[in-house]
């Protein structure tokens, strides 16, 4: 079973910005499709970013856009959520999520619904607070 692992959060000051890193230990994301998602106390998970497996094909929530980029690594095997403009409504527990394409030999693009996603990290917690 495929092990997400979330680094990057922190605590930043608004207007600052962070970028969060997914990665599988010993195993390469390219052939996932890659969800980042993110859950503040008291508020249902919220669809963030997605990005394709196979191309460049990126989604994102309406609070994001223009603030955040979604991208892969192809080197490293990593995806990465760069957070720029950030505001203290962003601060919540940000989550890599990974959906498998099962073999497609085409473009696989995802939405923003978690229930759709296999596999999931155990979150980093970003705070943005003066």
């Known amino acids: 079973q495929l092990q997400l692992v979330e680094s990057g959060g ?3 000051q608004p207007g600052g910005s962070l970028r969060l890193s997914c990665a599988a230990s010993g195993f390469t994301l390219d052939r996932f499709v890659i969800g980042w998602f993110r859950q503040a106390p008291g508020k249902e998970r919220e669809g963030v970013a997605t990005i394709s497996s196979g191309s460049s094909i990126t989604t994102y929530a309406d609070s994001v856009k223009g603030r955040f980029t979604i991208s ?3 080197a490293k095997g990593t995806v990465s959520l760069q957070m720029n403009r950030l505001k203290p ?3 919540a ?3 890599c999520a990974a959906d498998p394409t099962h073999g497609a030999t085409g473009p696989v693009v995802m939405g ?3 229930a759709d996603y296999d596999y999931w ?3 980093t917690q970003v705070t943005v607070s003066s």
Request: no cysteine; charged share 30%.
């Open 89 to 91: 409504e962003d601060t």
């Open 121 to 123: 990290g155990q979150g």
């Open 10 to 12: 922190g605590l930043v």
């Open 93 to 95: 527990v940000y989550y």
């Open 72 to 74: 892969r690594d192809k």
């Open 112 to 114: 923003l619904v978690a």
